[in-house]
């Protein structure tokens, strides 16, 4: 017998049972599109937290204003006034493993453009702020050195700010007071989207840091100092070179604690990064389940199959048929009720993956390697379990197989 005549022969035995053949397919059907959909939910999840990794910056690393007391509770920033400009200059120099550094200050403040008015926060950086926050400019040039050198009154706000005073208007150029300094917007942010405590991170203003600490909080010291190490590597070996070269720079005493705390927010994003892969995999395995379950409902239809059609195997037996066509027979049934589930799962995949995707408000990520793996699954799920059925129809004694009633 020739494989088209094995088709047709396995075709016509599963159409004699279409609602059972077909509830056998839906088990298929229902554990591959589960596997597919739980794939590409798992990368939209994953690629969700890679972004914010993205977004925290280059290799960050965050020297805060202010420890941390016995019980763990901070001094706060505003209530430690030792970190200054010429620690961020010694960091950057004595410190090999830091690339790029800039001074931080900020608050929260009302900008106010003609009739137009907004309760936002601010930043006073350095140039460096945007390569080390990995910021895009959407607009015009950011501020430059000679800028923070004469604490120009310039500023770039963030995509939430312009749409409160703007609206459709082109800031570019527009003067805006900042409480009531006066300050030229000189370029406009990306969009950043929301950061990892649920912030708008759009809702900002970026000014020299020295125009902040001169003109709107009159003061002299930083709030922070934002640092990019030269890799990922090296990021909380060069906080701990930070920590131990600032403690010498304030003259601490062994038994005093740090007035600065070092902050590695990428440890966060990290920790949620293995935990979206584990759960992943543990969802992969809870779905597979069912490709388990569909696989023991193949082979109960194909062990039930053998027993109703003993005699018709008893005569194709007397007739000739060798025990390794009756055993590929039985076999290309089973595989062609795990491959067209598989089919029908991969689809039902891909669309159930479309609408969470749409649901969610996710970005779903199709992963094709997770597609072509899970309908060879299928069929190796076909072949597994139809094997013993069509071994057993093989092995049948054609006498007692034409004697069964």
Known sequence: MDSAAFFGASVT???????????TVLGITIGIAAVICVVAIGNAGQARVEQQ????????VWIEAGGRAVNGVRTGPRGTKTLIYADAVAIKSQVPLIKNVSPN????????YGNQNWFTTFRGVSPEYFDIKRWMVDHGAVFAQDDVDRAADVCVIGQTVRRQLFGVEDPIGKVIRVRSLPCKVVATLAPKGLSLSGQDQDDTILLPYSTAQKKLLGITWLDDILCSAISQDVV???GQQIAALLRERHHLRPEEEDDVNIRNPEDVIQAQLEASHTLTLLLIAIASISLLVGGIGI?????????ERTREIGVRVAVGATEEAIQLQFLGESVMLSAVGGAAGVLVGIVGSFFVGRALGWPMQMSVEAVIL?????????VFFGYYPAR???RLDPIEALRYE
């Open 53 to 60: 990794l993205q977004n925290l910056g280059d290799n960050f």
């Open 392 to 394: 057993k129809a093989s």
């Open 13 to 23: 035995s599963l159409l004699r049972n279409k609602l059972r053949s077909s509830l």
């Open 105 to 112: 200050v900020d608050g929260s403040v009302q900008v106010i």
């Open 374 to 382: 899970a309908a060879l699954f299928s069929i190796a799920v076909g």
């Open 299 to 307: 082979m109960n239809v194909m062990l039930v199959s053998v027993t």
């Open 236 to 238: 909380k070996l060069a």
